[in-house]
């Protein structure tokens, strides 16, 4: 018969012999110890792999409450903006501004932005110094970049990476105050 225990091999010897062999030896009779080799029996270490021998415990410190991190991501975000995307992708906000006698202000309704696309560019630099004046501060930015990380739950650090959304977000959220401005 095969034995169901392929592991542990069958004890042949009989507990005459086993008595009398212990009565020989000067260590006491333990009927719990056999001749099995080592390799059948597991480690105690071996019984539960999933669990470490020592506990794994690591602690970092947490670098998204560093001033000089958000400052730097601050200035590496507030210089974007004022050299690159209000200048180029952010035009549509200076469809929302009029500019009379050199003097910026708000559009009194929205249905003048069709008739503000047909002006020339000229009023551009006055239109861009309003923006920055009144929607575009550092603190401004500063909040807006703080709303995004936690709604997206990011790190300051992982900001640089999601450039191009964290763009979006900013000309969606500008955009919506001006609009909202206007109405109101």
Known sequence: MISPFPLIAPLDIPLSTIMAASAIQTVPFNPFITNLPTATIPHPFMTNPLIPPYPNVVSYQDVNNDRNLKSQVLEYFYNKLLNNWLKFHYTDL??????????????????????????????????????????????DVYSLLSKFRKLNTLNWWDLKQHSEKVRLFIHHKVKQYIRYEITN
């Open 94 to 139: 200076y469809y929302m501004i009029t500019v009379s006698n050199g003097k910026a202000s708000l559009i009194k309704n929205i249905s003048e932005i069709e008739n503000n696309k047909k002006n020339d560019r000229s009023d551009n630099d006055i239109k861009y110094e309003f923006l920055v004046d009144n929607y575009l501060r550092k603190k």
